[in-house]
């Protein structure tokens, strides 16, 4: 079964610092990767995925992930953090155990704080 | 575009009683998925609606969750009995055809609080 690791519970920076949000993730085969945000009281929206292709994607808000598959990882980055980034990011790996069933397994997330 | 909509926002029961969600997914999406997340972990599924039809189940508990989308649209989850373990953000989430590549859009959610 597929599984997602966050290792930081809680990550702390400077607003105008960059950021780098690490996730692993284990799968058999080629994984379907993504980065959701949820804010405090909102639904979780995406920032960005990865099916195939270029290693590095590029989401909304400035962000963007690289995936390496020698390191099962797909780690989350942003240049400069902005106060409004302050938010739970969850990682997520897609996969299907059966035909017509579709699976999104998460991490436990990474809450974000910014100081100003 | 309207969103996923999700009632009622709060909830607070009493272990051992019923409670039922309510979710309106995005018009035109054929999937539908309930999921549930315990404070400081991430979202786990619940159940998966193709249309009407049901399609991954195999991590509700069957013997106080049920869970129906009538007609395709609206969805229902209800829990009878409530367990103290159930408290937990309930997360409705709808997406075109189920695809794998598809983004799942979010509802706000139903905070429940058994006590």
């Known amino acids: 079964a597929q599984s997602v690791t966050q290792p930081d519970i809680h990550i702390t920076v400077s607003e105008g610092a960059s950021l780098e949000l690490r996730c692993n993730y284990s799968y058999g085969a080629t994984p379907y990767l993504f980065w959701y945000v949820q804010s405090p009281g909102q639904g979780l929206q995406l920032l960005l995925k990865?099916?195939?292709?270029?290693?590095l994607v590029q989401g909304i808000k400035g962000f963007e992930a690289e995936f390496k598959r020698s390191q099962s990882s797909f780690n989350l980055r942003k240049p400069s953090v902005h106060w409004s980034d302050a938010a739970e990011y969850f990682c997520a790996v897609g996969a299907r155990p059966w035909a017509g069933s579709y699976q999104l397994t998460f991490g436990k997330g990474t809450k974000l704080s910014v100081i100003p | 575009e309207a969103g996923v909509a999700q009632s009622p926002r709060y909830k607070i029961i009493e272990k051992r009683q019923s409670v039922a969600f309510w979710c309106n997914p995005i018009?035109?999406?054929?999937?539908l998925y309930w999921y549930q997340q315990i404070l400081g972990q991430g979202p786990k599924l619940l159940i998966q609606f193709q249309n009407n039809g049901v399609v991954d189940d195999s991590q509700l508990p069957k013997d106080r969750f049920s869970a129906e989308r009538l007609k395709g649209v609206d969805s229902t989850l209800k829990i009878q009995p409530a367990k103290l373990e159930d408290s937990a953000v309930y997360l409705c989430?709808?997406?075109?055809?189920?695809?794998?590549?598809?983004?799942?859009?979010f509802g706000s959610g139903t905070q429940l609080s058994v006590l």
């Open positions: 990865y099916f195939s292709g270029d290693t």
């Open positions: 989430a709808s997406s075109l055809q189920g695809k794998a590549n598809e983004k799942l859009f």
């Open positions: 018009s035109g999406h054929a999937t």
